[in-house]
Nanobody, 124 residues
Framework: QVQLVESGGGLVQAGGSLRLSCAASGLTFGNYVMGWFRQAPGKEREFVAAISRSASRRNYADSVKGRFTISRDNAKNTVYLQMNSLKPEDTAVYYC?????????????????WGQGTQVTVSS
């Protein structure tokens, strides 16, 4: 079965950096779009970034553009989220997800499998 396992979360001061990783198994990783979403307490899950199969296309939420970078290593079945210049409002549980359909989407409902999430806390 498909499994997604996130890692790399933690506590960081505002202005700091973290790199999240998501290791995938149970699927031909290079065939699918991967995305990152986040959910803060009391808020809806929101789109952060997505990357196409070959990494030729990357989409970002406006709130993270210029600060976050999504990348992937298809040989390692892993997608990454490099987060720089972190702000307290970036505090959330971050989830990776895989979209089995065609197209790079920012809609959570289009993603078919989800990881368990990793907590990112940014202190002011």
């Amino acid at each position: 079965q498909v499994q997604l396992v996130e890692s790399g979360g933690g506590l960081v001061q505002a202005g700091g950096s973290l790199r999240l990783s998501c290791a995938a198994s149970g699927l031909t990783f290079g065939n699918y779009v991967m995305g990152w979403f986040r959910q803060a307490p009391g808020k809806e899950r929101e789109f952060v970034a997505a990357i196409s199969r070959s990494a030729s296309r990357r989409n970002y939420a406006d709130s993270v553009k210029g600060r976050f970078t999504i990348s992937r290593d298809n040989a390692k079945n892993t997608v990454y989220l490099q987060m720089n210049s972190l702000k307290p409002e970036d505090t959330a549980v971050y989830y990776c997800a895989v979209d089995l359909s065609i197209g790079v989407s920012d809609a959570a409902y289009k993603y078919d499998y989800w990881g368990q999430g990793t907590q990112v806390t940014v202190s002011s």
